[in-house]
């Protein structure tokens, strides 16, 4: 997202940080949550939690030296984080993408270094919150957020409130089950049936896998012996250019995302789903995704109750790979408004 400069911002600014596997994000953003400063830094999961929370708050402390603030211009500091997780005791708890940090209290450990209280979420809800603050569904009373990448996060809020579910769970939408039968595809939690199995970007891989294993004719077999790696972008790109193959995988993505979406709609009833992360095969900007996004809707049409599949927007999100340390920040201006 571009930046604007801090002449041009409205005070107060607060600070997000999108704690990931491989790499910590971090922005400033105004009062509007406008990006006035970002940047990033390796997580080094393998040097272990404190190391990390230590280089956290050296993180934030760089964010508010660099963006050109003093302390009593930021208003609060935000803290997404993958889970599984204790949001009401800010612990970690286990992890899937950072081995080692298992039950670690991260918030305090974060607060202590950085030299401030820091308010902890959810990523998903995070960048859930961002595309309702300033991205897709901004101006919306209520959204779901889909991330379709190794798995499938899911952030709901409605109003301002974020549904992070008594255990820290809610929306667990990637472990839903949307096929009952006992030969069900699995999925990585090791159950059968769930929403992840089918509609993440690790479901399409293992697809087109087996599909090519049975010797089906495509241009993916051609572009693997090139040594391309078979992602989702590939897939993408192939059925941009024609596959047949791909094209199916794409299609059948979209319907088992339609179905999952439907039973979203039911259950919360929201003015916006969108659709994000690192699968979307092109999204807006090319033909390929603007056909996925066209069948999701159409699965949704033949499948919603009316009411509901008529009047719920569903588009692509915004914010891309920035959605989480702005929804961060914006959950640390929600908390720093409830105290004023």
Known sequence: MQTISKTAAEAPFFVGIDLGGTNIKAGVTDNQGRVVWQGREPTHVERGPEDGARRIGQLIRRAIQEAGLSESEVGGVGLGSPGTMDIPGGRL?????LKGWEYFPIRDRVAQHCGRPVTF?????????????????????????????????????????LLDGRHSHGGEYGHFVIDCRPDARS???????????YASATAVTKRAREILAAGRVSMLTARLQEGAVLEPKLIAETAEAGDELSRQLVLETAEYLGIGIVNLMHT?????????GAMTFGGHESRIGRTFLERVKHEV????????????????????????????AGIARLEASKKA
Do not use: Q
Request: with cysteine; proline share 3%.
């Open 93 to 97: 708890m286990v992890p899937a993408n």
């Open 301 to 328: 049409f033949l499948r919603a109750y009316p009411a509901v599949g008529d009047n719920t927007v569903i588009d692509f999100a915004t914010l891309g790979g920035d959605a989480g340390f702005i929804g961060a």
């Open 121 to 161: 979420a959810n990523d998903a809800t995070a960048a859930a919150f961002g595309e309702r603050w300033v991205g897709a569904g901004k101006g919306f009373h209520s959204l779901i957020l889909l991330t379709l990448g190794t798995g499938i996060g899911c952030g709901i809020i409605v109003g301002d409130l």
């Open 187 to 197: 999925c990585s939690c090791g159950r059968r049936g769930h929403f992840e199995a």
């Open 268 to 276: 919360i009833d929201p003015d916006a789903i969108l659709i994000g």
